[in-house]
């Protein structure tokens, strides 16, 4: 074996991958994150990314610049709006919530990362900076699994059809994340551009894996391209209700220092309450992605 190989294979050992037993999901260890990654360590924990879509990695202290630095191991900045970033670092959210406050976690319905953008992001990437010794999971669906469960004519039917995506519903001035200033520690940043819309294939073909998932949210998804309003409705709500059944989904526990890392492409989340009392700071960010298809 030459060294370079040898380099490779000792590199590549050293991730240890744990994957759940469905292969949605893994435990990533043997591996320091708050140094800067190899490329052969990068192509490893981008292998297991790819294939388990939800790839977690425990105990690993990190400084801002190093969530940065591990951030841009697998690609450009997304582009976050409507959340003040930490001051002095523009890409990285705080995803705050304190033990006297009431309203909803952020992010507490099913979605996929502002799927509303022309190019939402691949990746997003949670550190657990404290986390409360009840509730607070993320509960993460497989929309792969989702797509290759249904019916053959099924599948074949929703390939033909294009969603309506837009921020209005919590970004808008109206909207539900809009108004709660003293209520919420996070600060929200409403806009009209909320109003926008994007038009996204239902059933999306991951760029680089080639498979296919059913690609829907609820709180993103507001119509169906030549669709009456009431139909689109009722489907998209089958469809929601379907891709977040309990078959489908994982539910995350989190400690303090963990690292979550997932594939927006073919994954939905939802950030769970049930911790009213404790604290709960996540630090977000995210990694260009590209226009579905
Ligand atoms: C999010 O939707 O990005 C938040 C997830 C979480 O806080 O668990």
Redesign the pocket.
């Known amino acids: 074996m030459t060294r370079r190989a040898n380099e490779q294979s000792a590199d590549l050992a050293a991730l240890d991958i744990r994957p759940h037993a469905r292969g949605f999901g893994a435990a990533v260890l043997g591996v320091d994150l708050s140094r800067p990654l190899n490329e052969r360590q990068i192509v490893g924990i981008r292998q297991a990314w790819l294939t388990h879509q939800v790839i977690y990695f425990p105990d690993q202290p990190m400084s801002h610049p190093q969530l940065d630095t591990f951030t841009r191991s697998f690609g450009d900045w997304g582009n976050d709006p409507y959340v003040a970033p930490i001051a002095g670092h523009e890409h990285i959210?705080e995803?705050r919530r304190e033990p006297h406050e009431k309203v909803s976690?952020?992010?507490?319905a099913w979605?996929s990362?502002w799927s509303f953008q022309p190019c939402p992001p691949s990746a997003?990437i949670?550190h657990a900076k404290e986390v409360p010794p009840v509730g607070?999971?993320?509960w993460y669906a497989d929309g792969y699994a989702a797509y290759e469960a249904l019916p053959g004519s099924e599948q074949h039917r929703l390939e033909a059809l294009t969603v309506i995506h837009s921020a209005r519903r919590p970004y808008s001035h109206e909207g539900y994340q809009a108004g709660r200033g003293p209520e919420r520690s996070m600060r929200i940043l409403p806009s009209d551009k909320a109003y926008e819309t994007q038009l996204h294939p239902l059933i999306r073909t991951h760029p680089e894996t080639g498979r296919k998932a059913l690609w829907v949210n609820a709180v993103y998804a507001i119509g169906i391209v030549d669709l009456p309003e009431e139909e689109a409705r009722q489907l998209l709500k089958r469809l929601c209700d379907y891709a977040t059944e309990s078959q489908f989904i994982y539910r995350?526990r989190?400690s303090e220092n963990m690292l979550t890392m997932w594939d927006n492409r073919s994954v939905q989340?939802?950030?769970?309450g049930g911790y009213n009392g404790h604290r709960?700071i996540?630090h977000?960010t995210t990694v260009a992605g590209d226009p579905p298809r």
């Open positions: 959210l995803i976690p952020f992010g507490g979605h990362d997003t949670l607070g999971e993320t995350h989190w989340h939802c950030a769970r709960r996540m977000r």
